[in-house]
Nanobody, 121 residues
Framework: QVQPVESGGGLVQAGGSLRLSCAAS????????MGWYRQAPGNKRDLVAF???????TYADSVKGRFTISRDNAKNTVYLQMNSLKPEDTAVYYC???????????????WGQGTQVTVSS
């Protein structure tokens, strides 16, 4: 089973930037789509962005124009560049591997430990 390993979180002031990375470990045959989720305390885990094997990207409305998802297939790694960060972006960020279809994303990997992103005002 493929396992995500996230990194790159931290503490940043509002308006700042962070870049998250997620590498795949374990049994890797072929990774189709890759996605990033986030979960703030007391909230459910929400999809932030995903990218298909062909490079098509989809974003949640709350991050459009500020976040950019990308992938390096040779390294089985997905990235999330986060700019113009806001306090409401504070959450634990998780990546996943899955498949996409009809404009939707369907994760199938285990969850990693996540990486904490804290944005101070």
């Amino acid at each position: 089973q493929v396992q995500p390993v996230e990194s790159g979180g931290g503490l940043v002031q509002a308006g700042g930037s962070l870049r998250l990375s997620c590498a795949a470990s374990g049994s890797i045959f072929r990774i189709d789509a890759m996605g990033w989720y986030r979960q703030a305390p007391g909230n459910k885990r929400d999809l932030v962005a995903f990218i298909t094997s062909g490079g098509t990207t989809t974003y949640a409305d709350s991050v459009k124009g500020r976040f950019t998802i990308s992938r390096d297939n040779a390294k089985n790694t997905v990235y999330l560049q986060m700019n113009s960060l806001k306090p409401e972006d504070t959450a634990v960020y998780y990546c996943s591997f899955g498949r996409s279809g009809s404009g939707s994303y369907f994760p199938y990997s285990n969850w990693g430990q996540g990486t904490q992103v804290t944005v101070s005002s």
